[in-house]
């Protein structure tokens, strides 16, 4: 406790028992923001409505999401758009001669610059709405000879000259999302006559916190929002409000994992290795990276635990995750418990159950595959296995989640490619473990995800990263190919591979409407380079349309020598593993992501062989330029989200860029540690917020997530 007597204000001498007594406090009283707010207008009210706002709290919370310029009558240039604030002298509706256009509205206005002719178009009953005296706030083109055309305008108790607020004559206003039936100079009217409400705004953030970081504190960032008169004043504004909505939800994050390690409980592999021992001593034909046996150890710990497992492993494109998820899959089972992976499309279930086979050729261990195309004899039999725990290992599509399929003793889930499971499909996978226990689950994506994204997406997950790719993997050569002379060497340069005995995939373009449509183009493709390019050589067809039996045989084709040429869409991003194929054509390249293109590359280069990736497209395409340049999948990562944040936005399937309502990335990403950090210290101690310093954080999480989202998050 400081001992330091209370002093009046700016440093006077120290304030006596009858001052303090005296003195005025000023609580926030949040009630007052609670108070409908009515423009006297039915269009407005409702556009308002539709914008979300209801309440004077609400309009305060209505952040503008760009600033305008505002200018004193004697600062607008010719041709200017800006905004000011003048008062009516004199105005009168005039007719128009040309016809269908109703008559026009001039109005003398001035502020204490000087006056000006501002006319309306179409608005003829504001010359009886816009007495002399009405002060008003005006954005439009000043047209040069002291007349200024308005587009938007709204009455205000601004005083005269103080758009923007500065003595010069030359700020910025905020300009705000607007609605049919109301105008972002309509709402900063509104903004304008709201602001001694930004007294009754609640501060949520802990007096330490925001001394720690330098911040202001609430009602002065929303007051520097909505009324600052320099873009640097607003950016600081944000950036504190961006603060506290990053802090809210790493608190969510971590209020998820707390009640999680609280609730639930999971069987703990915590016996030494005996099978896993043996598989990595004997079984694995490669050495593994360094990533790779801190991954495990990571692995072993968690699993040992009675505290369900829930670890995101993401890494680079054949940095190999896979052998990471069998590990964890072989504790099960040397626990003799059980482990299922589940992967979301039939295609990429069959690569994993595939690569499952080959690791463990030398350990007598029983697996099986179960999809939707499983036959219906196969499939009773692994059902039923899995049921009396004669099965140790499952891997499978939605299929292992049917209310039919019931496990022994499901000790491990690891789920690949989880964002593309719903909610509601990993509860289910979820509630398949014992009677009372949750399984440990691993969750992969096979997209490297740059830091701050992870954070944002999978905060409440621990998170392992494989960075470092197996010895001999080789570099793959990237080149862009725009002209129809370029197209020609890179169809000559693959046609000198395949005589080479190598093995090429030809990618189609990205049809996003449809995948039917995608099929047909990928079969038009395919049927011309057969006939064409290729005419020499064994081309294969593989798409998602095709039936299951027609997609294996293609497959199998490519994967055992019997085809010199696969031509695909995208579903090869994932999964396919074919060391002899040393190159890849992608047509359109320029419709693809980053993060997809990066995910095809990673289909060649698996040999002994150097391999060549060529991307038809616009040599000026910064995104086909990324991949030419660099190989390292976390910088593309990275690049992806500088680049998305400039407005290439097409072909991403990323996620975690437009949840938040102040925050941005990639800007904010020091914003985004700041946050975690803070949030780690505050949730130590207090995981449920019920301490007194925070408990109006905990109702800033509740406003913001509701209960529901509070509640742990299923596998």
């Known amino acids: 406790m400081s001992d330091t007597a209370p002093a009046s204000f700016a440093g006077g001498p120290p304030a006596d028992r009858a001052e303090l007594l005296e003195a005025r406090v000023r609580w926030p009283r949040p009630s007052r923001l609670a108070r409908p707010l009515r423009t006297g207008r039915r269009r407005a009210d409702e556009a308002l409505g539709a914008l979300g706002v209801h309440s004077v709290g609400e309009l305060l919370e209505h952040l503008p999401r760009d600033r305008r310029e505002a200018r004193t009558v004697a600062n607008l240039g010719r041709s200017e758009a800006a905004t000011v604030v003048v008062e009516v002298r004199s105005i009168r509706s005039r007719p128009v001669r040309r016809r269908g256009m109703r008559p026009l509205v001039e109005a003398t206005v001035a502020d204490e610059t000087g006056p000006m002719k501002a006319t309306f178009f179409n608005q003829p009953w504001l010359a009886e709405r816009y007495r002399p005296g009405t002060r008003l706030l005006l954005h439009g083109r000043y047209e040069g000879k002291n007349r200024f055309r308005v587009s938007h305008h709204a009455v205000t108790d601004e005083p005269l000259g103080g758009a923007g607020g500065d003595p010069e004559g030359e700020g910025d206003v905020a300009h705000y999302p607007a609605s049919e039936g109301i105008t972002s100079t309509e709402i900063l009217a509104l903004v304008g006559a709201a602001r001694p409400a930004l007294a009754d705004v609640v501060e949520p953030l802990p007096a330490k916190v925001r001394v720690g970081q330098g911040l202001a504190d609430r009602p002065a960032a929303l007051a520097a929002m909505h009324f600052a008169g320099r873009p640097d004043d607003a950016e600081t504004g944000r950036r504190r409000l961006a603060f506290e909505e990053l802090l809210v939800t790493q608190l969510l994050f971590l209020r998820r994992r707390a009640r999680r390690d609280a609730a639930a409980r999971a069987p703990a592999l915590d016996e030494p290795p005996s099978l896993t021992a ?183 997950l621990d998170q392992t990263s494989l960075r470092e790719l197996p010895r001999g993997r080789q570099p793959v050569a990237t080149h862009i190919a725009g002209g129809e002379g370029e197209r020609a060497r890179a169809y000559e340069r693959i046609r000198e591979e395949l005589r080479a005995g190598r093995q090429a995939f030809v990618v189609c373009p990205l049809v996003e409407e449809s995948e039917q449509l995608q099929a047909r183009a990928a079969t038009a493709e395919y049927e011309r380079l057969a006939g064409g390019e290729f005419a020499d050589f064994r081309v294969v067809l593989l798409h998602g349309q095709m039936r299951p039996r027609e997609k294996q045989t293609a497959m199998a084709a490519f994967a055992e020598g019997g085809a010199d040429v696969l031509v695909a869409t995208s579903v090869i991003e994932v999964g396919i593993d074919v060391p002899n194929a040393t190159v890849m054509l992608v047509e359109n390249a320029e419709r693809y992501g980053i993060s997809q293109l990066h995910q095809l590359r990673g289909r060649i280069g698996r040999g002994a062989h150097r391999s060549l990736c060529v991307l038809f497209g616009p040599r000026e395409s910064r995104r086909l330029e990324a991949l030419a340049q660099h190989t390292d999948g976390f910088e593309l990562a990275q690049l992806d989200l500088e680049l998305r944040k400039e407005g290439e936005l097409a072909g991403t399937r990323q996620s975690g860029l437009n949840q938040f309502g102040v925050a941005r990335l990639p800007e904010d990403a020091d914003l985004v540690r700041a946050a975690r950090t803070q949030a780690e210290r505050i949730a130590a101690p207090d995981p449920e917020l019920v301490e007194p310093e925070h408990v109006l954080l905990a109702d800033a999480l509740a406003r913001a997530f509701g209960p529901e989202q509070l509640e742990p998050l299923p596998a």
């Open 278 to 460: 043996r598989w990595l001593q004997r079984g694995l034909p490669f050495e593994l990276t360094a990533d790779q046996t801190r991954a495990l150890a990571e692995l072993q710990a968690d699993l040992g635990r009675d505290r369900p497992m829930q670890r995101l492993l993401m890494g680079e494109v054949g940095a190999g995750k896979t052998v990471v998820a069998v590990y964890a899959m072989l504790r099960a089972a040397e626990h003799g418990m059980q482990a299922a992976l589940m992967a979301p499309t039939e295609t990429l279930a069959e690569q994993h159950f595939g690569t499952l086979q080959r690791l463990l050729v030398s350990e007598t261990i029983s697996a099986a595959l179960l999809t939707g195309s499983t036959p219906a004899a196969r499939r009773a039999d692994v059902v039923g296995k899995l049921a009396t725990g004669e099965l140790s290992l499952v891997v499978g599509t939605h299929a292992l989640i049917e209310e039919d399929v019931a496990f022994d003793r499901l000790a491990v889930a690891v789920v690949d490619e989880q964002h593309r499971f719903g909610v509601r499909q990993r509860a289910a996978l979820d509630a398949k473990g014992p009677a009372g226990l949750s399984p440990h689950v691993l969750h992969m994506t096979a997209t490297p995800i740059p830091r701050t994204l992870a954070l944002l997406n999978y905060g409440d």
